[in-house]
């Protein structure tokens, strides 16, 4: 599992990364390591380059709101970044779109919201059949 987060991510990232490792992922963070002001795209790209490549197998991107990381993190070839504000939406990122990487907005969900997300999108799996016709064709 991949993490990246801007500053405004950060402290929200620890507690993801806390939450994943308590439950045995691997994970690698691809950073900040600060509550420093740091610029986004950076980190989204860094995030997505890994699951495209294969090195993790999920992402997981957070910013102040979410939207720039999930375009930073769309903007690499084969990525679907869905940001999230509800179970239900992750849920339907895996089931339907088929979503690698999950983007947050530290800013718009507390953190028990958050990781009910991410457990919403770690569990759910890829539904297939027509959905895989549409995905498909995103690319
Ligand atoms: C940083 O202030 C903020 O703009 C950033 O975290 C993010 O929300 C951008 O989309």
Same mark, same amino acid.
């Given at each position: 599992?991949?993490? *990246?987060?801007?500053?405004?991510?950060?402290?929200?990232?620890?507690?993801?990364?806390?939450?994943?490792?308590?439950?045995?992922?691997?994970?690698?963070?691809?950073?900040?390591?600060?509550?420093?002001?740091?610029?986004?795209?950076?980190?989204?790209? #860094?995030?997505?380059?890994?699951?495209?490549?294969?090195?993790?197998?999920?992402?997981?991107?957070?910013?102040? #709101?979410?939207?720039?990381?999930?375009?930073?993190?769309?903007?690499?070839? *084969?990525? /679907?970044?869905?940001?999230?504000?509800?179970?239900?939406?992750?849920?339907?990122?895996?089931?339907?779109?088929?979503?690698?990487?999950?983007?947050?907005?530290?800013?718009?969900?507390?953190? *028990?919201?958050?990781?009910?997300?991410?457990?919403? =999108?770690?569990?759910?799996? =890829?539904?297939?059949?027509?959905?895989?016709? /549409?995905?498909?064709?995103?690319?």
């Amino acid at each position: 599992m991949a993490l *990246g987060a801007d500053h405004g991510g950060y402290a929200l990232k620890e507690e993801v990364k806390r939450y994943l490792l308590a439950r045995s992922y691997q994970v690698t963070d691809c950073g900040v390591h600060s509550a420093e002001p740091a610029d986004y795209p950076y980190y989204g790209k #860094t995030v997505a380059e890994c699951v495209a490549s294969g090195r993790a197998h999920r992402g997981v991107v957070i910013c102040g #709101t979410g939207v720039g990381m999930s375009v930073a993190a769309n903007r690499v070839p *084969g990525i /679907r970044a869905a940001l999230c504000a509800d179970s239900f939406t992750a849920r339907m990122a895996r089931a339907h779109n088929d979503a690698q990487v999950l983007a947050l907005g530290a800013r718009v969900v507390g953190t *028990g919201l958050a990781l009910d997300i991410l457990a919403a =999108f770690l569990s759910t799996d =890829f539904e297939g059949g027509r959905h895989d016709r /549409r995905v498909r064709q995103l690319d």
